[in-house]
């Protein structure tokens, strides 16, 4: 993956919106390698970051329904 940006930044000087674009520019097998590495990034934590989330007043109405839709396609039939 590729980031292109007019300046030369840290990784750390990214915005929330940045990188949600950035994520909506990867292909779906990006995308899966994505999550792959945030699974093994949580260490197991990550129920308790997505909690931490979900009561932040940053999260919008839409946002909810984004996160909602990530937990339904990933379920393991």
């Not at 945030?38 to 984004?66: F, H, I, N, W």
């Not at 990530?70 to 379920?75: L, Q, S």
């Amino acid at each position: 993956m590729t980031i292109y940006r007019m300046e030369c930044v840290g990784i750390e000087d990214i915005t929330p919106e940045e990188l949600a674009e950035e994520f909506w520019r990867m292909g779906a097998d990006e995308q899966a390698l994505f999550f792959d590495h945030l699974a093994r990034k949580s260490s197991g934590y990550l129920a308790m970051q997505l909690q931490a989330v979900s009561d932040s007043p940053e999260l919008t109405t839409e946002a909810r329904v984004c996160m909602q839709s990530v937990g339904e396609y990933g379920e393991v039939c």
